[in-house]
Nanobody, 115 residues
Framework: QVQLVESGGGLVQAGRSLRLSCATS????????MGWYRQAPGKQREWVAS???????NYADSVKGRFTISRDNAKKAAYLQMNSLKPEDTAVYYC?????????WGQGTQVTVSS
């Protein structure tokens, strides 16, 4: 059974940091591209960052320089370090594992940034 479980969300003030974690089971984690997405109220889900199996990373322009995605293949986990948070970063953050068209999603974790 495939499971992706996000954690680390919460309520923080603007300018502070949070670190999200995505624990996985049931997938060959090391061969999957891991991504973080977010969905704000009334908006479509959007891509935030991704990390390939070779650890190549990519970021949305809106978070570049503030967020850092990483992975630990031994722990089968992915992370999103979020610094200098802004109110517009408020959203439910989702983790996704992808491998040749097979996509697996977590249930999401809420991040709320107050001004």
């Amino acid at each position: 059974q495939v499971q992706l479980v996000e954690s680390g969300g919460g309520l923080v003030q603007a300018g502070r940091s949070l670190r999200l974690s995505c624990a996985t089971s049931g997938i060959a984690f090391s061969i999957h591209t891991m991504g973080w997405y977010r969905q704000a109220p009334g908006k479509q889900r959007e891509w935030v960052a991704s990390i390939r199996r070779d650890s190549l990373t990519n970021y949305a322009d809106s978070v570049k320089g503030r967020f850092t995605i990483s992975r630990d293949n031994a722990k089968k986990a992915a992370y999103l370090q979020m610094n200098s948070l802004k109110p517009e970063d408020t959203a439910v953050y989702y983790c996704k594992g992808s491998h040749y068209g097979d996509d697996y999603w977590g249930q999401g974790t809420q991040v709320t940034v107050s001004s």
